[in-house]
């Protein structure tokens, strides 16, 4: 197998990060793995530090902040361009399980034979359950978001009904898609650097779509495979409360701004929505 590292982002949940990390030692010996402690408030940096301090390819490094998935991620991404040599560069989320080394195996092979590919992620099972509307969706454009703050079809108009499915070699079905779940993906290195790595600006949401349309913008492609999957046991830790609805709300507005050719419009549309909707509560 190619050279390849995989990042996990922990933030107070190091058993669910010890768990990701034994299924990944459990399925290959040949994989770094980079555990990035997000400025942890218990003792998950300690914990993870003691068990892994013997792991030759285990590092465990930590953030002096919290600033959310996109720059978390890229302190790791950054740590491994910098200390080892590898091709490709995983993130995956503490609460994934990979069920066998053929799944980082195929995702390697579509990175290798698509030669404008970027990034390839397997099928995601979320809570046991394939949701059809959370494996891939197209990118927001245009008014895309106001239809989702306004009358929430949002995912009914940009979810795929249908995929144009490739075979290789009769064993890997594979479809090329827009945004992949940001639980676990897997990306060629040169790619990251070409891109500037994930967009900082954002805390959390929107970063899926905004490394989508990063990577389209280069001319790259992103890949689902379908007749592979992995497991993401959803971790649900965000309380509806001002700080995630304007989290949220901010995202949108960024995406729309830096991102969208109608963005302007619509980011104006959603502040305007962000003061109006806090008066009667988020409903998301």
């Given amino acids: 197998m190619d050279k390849l590292a995989i990042i996990i982002l922990n933030y107070n949940n190091y058993k669910f990060t010890i768990t990701a990390t034994e299924n990944i030692l459990s399925i290959s010996n040949e994989i770094h793995i980079i555990i990035v402690d997000n400025n942890s408030k218990n003792e998950s940096y300690k914990i993870l530090t003691d068990k892994y301090k013997n792991y030759e390819r285990i590092d465990i490094i930590k953030s002096e902040t919290n600033s959310g998935y996109a720059k978390g991620n890229n302190l790791g991404i950054k740590y491994i361009i910098n200390n080892y040599d590898v091709d490709y560069i995983g993130i995956m989320n503490p609460d994934v ?3 066998d080394i053929e799944t980082i195996e195929n995702c390697i092979k579509i990175l290798q ?3 404008d590919s970027a990034i390839v992620a397997p099928t995601m099972l979320t809570n046991n359950k394939l949701n059809f509307g959370s494996i891939a969706w197209r990118i927001s454009k245009k008014f895309d978001d106001l239809f989702l703050i306004f009358k929430n079809i949002y995912r009914k108009k940009i979810q795929y009904t249908e995929l144009d499915i490739y075979n290789y070699k009769n064993k890997i079905f594979y479809s090329n898609v827009e945004v992949l779940p940001g639980s676990f993906f897997i990306m060629k290195k040169n790619m ?8 900082e600006e954002t805390f959390l949401y929107c970063e ?6 990063k990577i389209k913008n280069i001319g ?7 007749n592979n999957y992995f497991y993401h046991n959803h971790i649900d830790n965000y309380e ?8 949220y709300i901010n995202s949108l507005i960024y995406f729309n701004k830096k991102y969208n050719n109608k963005g302007k419009m619509v980011s104006k549309i959603i502040k305007f929505y962000k003061i109006f909707y806090k008066i009667k509560g988020w409903l998301h």
């Fill in 220 to 226: 790259k492609k992103s890949f689902l495979i379908v």
């Fill in 97 to 99: 399980i990979l069920p």
């Fill in 113 to 115: 034979i698509e030669k």
């Fill in 240 to 247: 509806k409360n001002d700080f995630y609805f304007n989290t």
């Fill in 208 to 213: 899926e779509r905004i490394l989508a349309k």
């Fill in 192 to 199: 990251l650097i070409e891109i500037d790595y994930l967009d």
